[in-house]
């Protein structure tokens, strides 16, 4: 296994489960030693044995994103940072337009939106003065083609669209750069609490690749893009969606 993130530290928000874990061990595996966030204690906690496993060293901020003051205090209590995952993220029932009430739109958007923009707002003056970093924002393939039935999460996913392309012009000038890695439909807690196992093995075989990514191949997007062989790479947003959704530029 290539050592691409040794003397590294990372932090990733809503790591402990799904996605998020699946980051923290590549990166972990790749050399990182990794901050790991999420509001759930026993899943962070899993987590960060996985990460010592590997020989890492791991810690754990167990803090709702959507308070914001205790998140940014917690995020620099923990002390610097050389990549930023902004991944913790939240699903739901999908939802007709009339359907979507305040609390479900507030929560989309506090999670997405507030949460991305807080986290990266408390890791920049570190950041700023080393001149070098990394933000990874985790979007969706709703942000690029919209959702049926899921306007409130495809239109948070596209907020974080917007963060990683101003802020890949905004950072340049210390070198810190800002990418965005935008999934397919992966199998993990969030989809599998919204979509009947039928209706997930239906939609596979759509896939014009056989298959669903698995969470590792989102994995390695973001470990590739947290790695100096991005170093001159900003401002884009890599899908790995099994062939879905293919878009131009
Ligand atoms: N699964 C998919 O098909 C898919 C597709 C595209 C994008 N995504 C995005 O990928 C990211 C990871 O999703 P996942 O599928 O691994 O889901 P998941 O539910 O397994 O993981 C999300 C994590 O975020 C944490 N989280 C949620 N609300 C939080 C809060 N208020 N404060 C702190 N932590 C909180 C959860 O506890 C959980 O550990 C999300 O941003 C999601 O929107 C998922």
Known sequence: MSKSLEGKRALI??????????????????????VIHDIKADGAEETAEMVR????????????IRD??????????????????????????????????EDVYNQMFEVHVRGTFFATQAVLPSMKKNKDGRIINISSI??????????????SKSAISGFTKSWARELAPWRIKVNAVAPGFIVTGMTEGSNPPEKI?????????????????????????????????SGQVISPNAGEVIVGY
């Not at 690749?209 to 001159?232: M, N, Q």
Request: hydrophobic residues 45%; contains cysteine.
């Open 142 to 155: 709703y942000a690029m083609g919209g959702s049926q039935l899921a306007s409130h999460y495809a239109a």
């Open 53 to 64: 496993s590997v020989g890492c060293d791991a810690s754990v901020l167990v803090v709702d």
């Open 201 to 233: 093995a239906e939609r596979e075989k759509l896939m014009p690749l056989g298959e669903f990514c698995k969470p590792i191949d989102i994995s390695y997007a973001v470990a590739w893009l947290a790695s100096a062989e991005t170093e001159l790479i």
């Open 68 to 101: 914001v003051s205790a998140f940014t205090a917690a995020v620099c209590d923990a002390g610097p940072v050389d990549i930023l995952v902004n991944n913790a993220g939240v699903g739901g029932a999908r939802r007709a337009i009339e359907d979507i009430n």
């Open 13 to 34: 928000t809503g790591a402990g489960g799904g996605m998020g874990q699946s980051h923290a061990v590549l990166m972990a595996e790749r050399g990182a030693d990794i």
